[in-house]
């Protein structure tokens, strides 16, 4: 833990410009699959909607600066409180379906929320999206950004782990252990899954909207169904049942889209492939999987010295 | 706006929604007879439509070979796919839709290199060009070909699945597996069957969805979501339901681009939600 502060803390004055501004979007991205994994792989809801409430991010932020002309600190507030706010609103829609079916409506809403940032032209610029976002004069050099937007996102996983070891972290992994069961011990599953679905907007809504300051600006792409696939993908790469597993999911993604995509522009048939193989031989993730090898050698340790 | 406008407008909707009946069904099937959710048959759809476009390039009057063609190409593609979810029969939804979202990135690229970025359209074989006068305006011959065709498919799906010996197997395998499968029943070349025979009618419906739009990379995602909303309409593991869904989709859709064009599909969402929740399976839907 300390290490890793210590390599966060030194690194942009080891590495070139490039790497911190990565670094800084890898951060960034990590708190995006954080913050769905509360969804997904503590209280077990599978959503298509967080694409659309990333973006919803990210717009707020920039129209709250390009637009109105308000401040990053307030604007940096404005955004996670109102996408959770939509997040509450599209979740108190959803919640009262289960499974695939709360599935496609939150694909049916983050759809909902593309198609609003790409019709109303006049306020996100449609098509051509937000640009000239301006950042403070603190955030001006890619350290100063990088350090600024790491706390940030420390501060943020920090609250996430907080949720998801307290005891309304337990009540949402009960839920998704077995939803029937947790309802007899009398835990109101569809209020917790609502409290659930909403924080998860909240940071959701922070990642976007730390995107779009990073961006300088806010664009259609941020909301589609493919950035909605994009947090899950890095919980299966890692492992939704393991807290860290989203993070190192992340990397890795992260990591591949950038070396190669230097090579080929036909990203997305690699990563399909390799997502094909996961999903057929690795779907515990590989922090998972590394997880599940370490207890089976603990176990096995312990049944030969008894 | 008169009323045979509106009329019009809603005879258009349902030629869309048929077509869309076509995909529909074929998910519906999956679902009831294998328990998967296919969130990549769309793409079976698209592929279709992508292939219709190279033979009618290739051969004048090519549509109708495209018309038999391409299905059976989209319906190959598909057994090979069913033998990628098999592994994940019973496991998670989630597992399923992921594995279909990697199928739909790694044929998203494939049909990026076969057939390049550009959106394509298939020229309207001379047979079907034109319109009849109808409610005061021409409606196209294309959309009558569509309901037609899509009809038939349903009424012959009908046939195959409630009059013949296939049918009954296909029905007692979606409703117990494990039995059918101890009678007697290769439920496994079953459900590879099954699968495929969803991918052909996605097929035929793609074939005939270039009479209507343009193809383009992407489609197919914009269309599963569709699709989706009439089978949960519909109720999932319903045919019939299907057939219901992809009209109510059509006319709804139709309607609601006269009432607010730029949201038309929030209405479907709004309907969506409540039949789910009156009817939490769909309207002719059945609990697994």
New interface residues.
């Given amino acids: 833990m300390i290490l890793g502060l210590a390599i966060i803390v030194a690194l942009p004055f080891v590495v070139g410009i490039s790497w911190v501004l990565l670094v800084t979007e890898l951060a960034i991205l990590v708190l995006y699959a954080m913050a769905y994994n509360l969804t ?1 792989g503590v209280t077990g809801m ?1 959503s298509f909607g967080h694409g659309g409430l990333f973006g919803a991010g990210a717009y707020i932020l920039a129209i709250a600066m390009i637009k109105g002309d308000i401040p990053m600190p307030y604007a940096l507030l404005a955004a996670p409180i109102l996408t959770a706010l939509i997040t509450l609103v599209i979740g108190w ?1 959803c919640i ?2 289960t ?3 709360f ?3 939150t ?3 983050g ?2 929320i593309w ?2 940032i790409w ?1 109303m032209r006049t306020i996100t610029g449609g098509d051509d999206g937000l640009t000239g976002l301006q950042v403070p004069s603190v955030m001006a050099s890619p350290t100063n950004q990088y350090f600024c937007i790491l706390a940030i996102v420390m501060l943020a996983v920090l609250s996430i782990k907080i949720i998801v070891d307290s005891p309304f972290g337990f009540t949402l992994k009960t839920i998704r252990e077995n939803q029937t069961r947790a309802q007899c011990i009398g835990i109101n599953v569809k209020r917790y899954q609502l409290l659930a679905f909403t924080a998860s907007g909240l940071f959701t809504g922070l990642a976007g909207a730390l995107f779009a300051i990073i961006m300088r600006g806010a664009f259609v792409e941020f909301a589609t ?1 493919a950035r909605a ?1 994009e947090p ?2 890095a919980g ?1 790469l890692g492992g939704m049942h393991v807290f860290w597993g989203p993070a190192f999911g992340a990397g890795v993604l992260l990591s591949l889209d950038i070396f190669i995509g230097a090579y080929t522009e ?1 990203w ?2 690699v ?6 193989l ?3 031989f690795l ?1 515990e993730g590989i922090v998972g999987r590394i997880q599940s090898m370490r207890k089976a050698r603990a176990q096995r340790l312990n049944q030969s010295s008894a | 706006m008169g009323l045979d406008a509106i009329l019009f407008q809603v005879l258009t909707g349902v030629g869309k929604g048929m077509n869309l009946f076509l995909l529909a069904s074929g998910l519906s099937l999956i679902y009831g007879v294998l328990n998967v959710v296919n969130f990549a048959h769309a793409t079976f759809y698209l592929i279709a439509a992508y292939i219709c476009y190279t033979i009618t390039g290739l051969f004048p009057n090519g549509y109708w070979l495209a018309l038999i063609l391409a299905p059976i190409g989209a319906a190959l593609l598909g057994g090979i796919c069913e033998r990628l979810f098999s592994r994940l029969y019973d496991k998670e939804h989630y597992t399923q839709i992921m594995l279909a979202w990697g199928l739909i990135l790694v044929f998203g690229d494939l049909m990026k290199l076969t057939w390049g970025r550009e959106g394509k359209m298939v020229p309207t074989p001379n047979a079907l060009a034109g319109g009849v006068p109808l409610l005061g305006g021409n409606f196209p011959i294309t959309y009558i070909f569509v309901i037609g065709v899509a009809a038939a498919v349903g009424i012959a799906l009908y046939v195959v699945l409630y009059r013949t010996k296939v049918g009954i197997d296909v029905r007692a395998a979606a409703a117990d597996a494990e039995m059918t499968s101890a009678l007697g029943v290769p439920v496994d070349k079953l459900y590879n069957i099954v699968f495929m025979v969803a991918c052909w009618l996605a097929g035929v419906g793609g074939v005939i969805a270039t009479l209507l739009s343009p193809i383009y990379l992407g489609g197919d995602l914009e269309i599963i979501l569709a699709a989706f909303i009439i089978v949960i309409i519909g109720g999932m593991g319903s045919i019939l339901g299907s057939l219901v869904g992809s009209l109510i989709y059509g006319v709804v859709f139709a309607l609601g681009i006269l009432v607010l064009p730029r949201f038309a599909l929030v209405f479907l969402y709004v309907l969506m939600v409540l039949v789910l929740i009156f009817r939490p399976y769909g309207l002719l839907g059945r609990p697994r």
């Avoid at chain 1, 990563?271 to 094909?276: K, N, Q, R, W």
Wanted: net charge positive; aromatic share 14%; no cysteine.
């Fill in positions: 997904m599978l829609l009262r379906l499974g695939i079916y599935a496609i409506l694909l049916a809403f759809q909902l198609a609003t019709k169904v696939f899950l993908f299966i036909y997305p048939l990563a399909g492939g390799i997502l094909i996961l999903v057929l779907p």
